[in-house]
């Protein structure tokens, strides 16, 4: 589906500062994985995220999505078959404007066939979708977006991603700003939506137990590479401690402890 090949992102190349992020990267994500991601600051989690995304051209490599090769396309055109949802809550959506606005921005992909302006039949839609967040707002679509809490910003945002048919999804901590009920909400409705609507999904996590419990496939990133690659049952016998392990046998003369994963 999204392949990565030899990619290298190079920060201030040629000048003092320069910071290379990602170091020869190889990676395949195949239709239908929910990918979990682990690695400490620096490992380039977010970066990755930013090559598959188009926010960044790689300094070197090549980016392919079914087959084609999309190293140069820009952003905006990989939104048309790329979701992201980003670890602060109000990115995701328009504060200054109402709930039922935000929605009619995101219908233009996720209702086919409906004409982008609200009526009754689109407005019954989204209170229909709503539903299913189980937050009360399918009764506050007139309600200005400032008025609701950042876990129902974030669960808001979650779903029109997912009604806007992504072909994968990049989910960027997306939990990690939300107090410990909300991130559980979110992250219940994470796993009900990808397994719904059949996604794929990649989901950057600093908590290693998460990403231990949550998804088919588990990259750790190290220094720019993908050092473990778990899935099946090698992913479902792992614990923390056996996941730390390898990271150690991995890296012997490494000095990263638990807490540093974890950030």
Do not use: W
Not at 11 to 33: A, I, S
Not at 92 to 110: F, H, P, Q, W, Y
Not at 130 to 158: H, K, V
Request: with cysteine; hydrophobic share 35%; proline share 2%.
């Amino acid at each position: 589906m999204i392949e990565l090949k030899d990619i290298n992102m190079i920060f201030g190349m040629g000048t003092p500062d320069e910071n290379h992020v990602l170091n020869d990267l190889n990676l395949k994500v195949n239709r239908g994985d929910f990918i979990t991601i682990i690695g400490s600051n620096g490992a380039g989690k977010s970066t990755l995220f930013n090559v598959i995304s188009g926010k960044y051209t790689p300094t070197s490599g090549k980016v392919t999505f079914e087959e084609g090769d999309v190293t140069n396309l820009p952003e905006y055109k990989r939104a048309r078959f790329i979701g992201r949802i980003f670890q602060d809550p109000l990115l995701g959506t328009a504060g200054n404007m109402s709930l039922e606005d935000n929605m009619v921005i995101t219908s233009k992909k996720g209702f086919k066939g409906l004409k982008i302006s609200l009526n009754h039949k689109l407005r019954e839609e989204f209170k229909k979708e709503l539903i299913q967040l189980d937050m009360n707002l399918e009764n506050r679509l007139s309600d200005n977006m400032g008025t609701l809490s950042g876990g129902q910003r974030q669960a808001l945002t979650l779903l029109t991603t997912v009604l806007s048919e992504p072909e994968i999804l990049l989910l960027d901590e997306h939990t990690a700003a939300l107090d410990p009920k909300n991130a559980s909400k979110v992250l219940e409705l994470t796993c009900h939506f990808i397994e719904k609507y059949s996604l794929t999904a990649m989901m950057v996590t600093h908590n290693m137990q998460q990403a231990i419990d949550y998804g088919n496939r588990l990259l750790m990133l190290h220094k720019g590479q993908v050092i473990l690659d778990l899935s099946g049952e090698e992913k479902k016998q792992l614990s923390v401690d056996s996941l730390v392990e390898k990271f150690h046998t991995i890296n012997k003369d490494a000095q990263l402890s638990d807490e540093t994963l974890l950030t």
